[in-house]
């Protein structure tokens, strides 16, 4: 699908074009490329893309697009997955990547503060020989602006919180161009309205994150990964729900079906059992690691589960959690040329086992493959479908599920998504979630902050 740059009122263009020269596009493969996120939501391109390097390029834009009522919609690395960077209305696509610096890394404050494009490998980078490290790992290597926008989370959220917990503050730009600092760098404050939380997890639709403030965890003396195989899903999924019941620590836990195992073999190398499996990993020192590990491989031992296959040099853990990340383009493989349509919800732990149970009921009468992996040790899981590109028939069928499996989550008093986010992708489910009353007070406050309904529109409420 292409843009059309010639919706830019001229008063824009110009405006644009003569202050940022290059860094300013209007070329259809560079709006073609910022129209499309990794879903399977078809792709929708800006009508022009800022390249932006500094909070004020970020705020000049969004001053210039609120003159001229024209959208705009932030873009980090593109690895979204619910429609975030689609350009449901038009207007200017803000490319965040050049905004990549760290600006500076406090050992002993435990925090770090970034511009939104640095990604999260890049802060990894940055922070070896630290002792210290950013938990919030996602797979992809994401903009920490784009993880912050989406509430993202991911395998070791059940030991180290999700971004909502890991940001201290943050910097960014509002509706009317104007910049907005959402506190400062103290552990703990009762100062005013949570601004940080309010624009964590806004997807762009109140502000433009432009710098955050991060919260580092010091790096465990020993960690340990393992993996364990079980003789079906229940018996995997309530292992890992007997450990967290018993206050077991887990620095991940992750569960990966029979097919995602198959999918794994094939792209990884790797000769596993083909048949539900559980990643672990176990942070602490040496006998914390020993013995939680030991704990969690009698309960998984009680449920039919192998004996754990450990990893515990660095080397070996990092291909284990790299052939973990790699589940979702393995998958893919199954059947060359397919997109995925990824499901994510997250329920009370209590709920998950039987929550995966009847979602697999439907999904076994679904005509595509589908595999399923989850972040279990916190409820969370995702179910992809490899669907034909070009089949519409396959899409409303994976859509029909995801709808079933969104809905029994909600009726277990879960969330129809759990990491992804809401874009555009599941803004029908919120009423469900939080009622009318819960949607009317957002609404509110996007009219309150936003009353011309630029930032980002047609993603979260609308």
């Known amino acids: 699908m292409t843009g059309n740059p010639s919706r830019i009122r001229p008063g824009l263009h110009a405006s644009l074009r003569d202050h940022f020269g290059d860094r300013y596009s209007t070329a259809a493969a560079v709006r073609d490329h910022h129209g499309k996120d990794d879903s399977h939501h078809p792709a929708i391109p800006p009508d022009g893309v800022v390249f932006a390097h500094s909070t004020e390029d970020v705020a000049f834009t ?16 593109g690895s ?42 890049r802060l990894e980078g940055e922070l070896r020989g630290t002792g210290l490290f950013f938990p919030v790992d996602p797979g992809a290597d994401a903009t920490l602006g784009g993880m912050a926008a989406t509430a993202a989370s991911g395998t070791t959220t059940v030991r180290y919180g999700a971004m909502r917990d890991n940001v201290i503050s943050l910097t960014a730009v509002l509706a009317n161009g104007e910049v907005v600092r959402t506190g400062g760098r103290a552990r703990k404050s009762s100062a005013g309205y949570d601004l940080t939380n309010l624009l964590v997890g806004s997807e762009g639709t109140l502000g433009v994150i432009t710098e955050l403030t991060v919260r580092l965890h010091p790096v465990p003396e020993a960690m340990a990964a393992a993996v364990c195989a079980f003789p079906g899903m229940e018996e995997a999924v309530r292992s890992v729900v007997e450990a967290v019941q018993l206050g077991i620590p887990v620095a991940r836990a992750e569960l990966l079906d029979a097919t995602a195992m198959r999918a794994v073999n094939g792209h990884s190398g790797f000769a596993c059992v083909e048949s539900p499996t559980l990643f672990f990993e176990f942070h602490g020192s040496e006998e914390e690691v020993r013995s939680h590990g030991a704990l969690i491989e009698e309960i998984s031992r009680g449920l039919g589960g192998t004996a754990f296959a450990y990893a515990r040099r660095q080397r070996e853990r990092a291909r284990l959690w790299k052939a973990r990340h ?37 999904m076994k009468t ?58 555009m992708g599941k803004m029908r489910y919120l009423r469900d979630e939080f009622g009318a009353a819960g949607l009317a007070a957002m609404r509110a406050v996007k009219a309150a902050l936003d009353p011309q309904g630029i930032m980002n529109p047609g993603k979260v409420v609308g």
């Open 62 to 77: 969004v001053r210039s697009c609120a003159r001229h009522a024209t959208p705009v919609i932030p873009f980090g690395a």
């Open 80 to 121: 979204s997955i619910e429609g975030h960077v689609q350009a449901v209305r038009g207007g200017i696509s803000i490319d965040m990547s050049g905004m990549n610096r760290v600006l500076a890394i406090r050992p002993e404050d435990l925090d770090a503060t970034v511009e939104a494009g640095v990604t999260r490998m």
């Open 326 to 362: 790699d589940a979702y383009p393995a998958l893919l493989g199954l059947r060359p040329g397919c997109h995925g349509l990824t499901t994510d919800v997250c329920v009370p732990v209590s709920r998950l086992a039987r929550c995966i149970a009847e979602s697999e009921e439907d």
């Open 366 to 423: 679904a005509s595509m493959p589908w595999g399923v992996v989850g972040h279990v040790g916190d409820g969370n899981f995702h179910a992809v479908f490899i669907i034909d590109p070009n089949s519409e028939t396959e899409l409303a069928e994976a859509e029909a599920i995801n709808e079933r499996i969104v809905r029994r989550a909600l009726a277990m008093e879960g969330t129809c998504t759990g990491e992804h986010g809401v874009g």
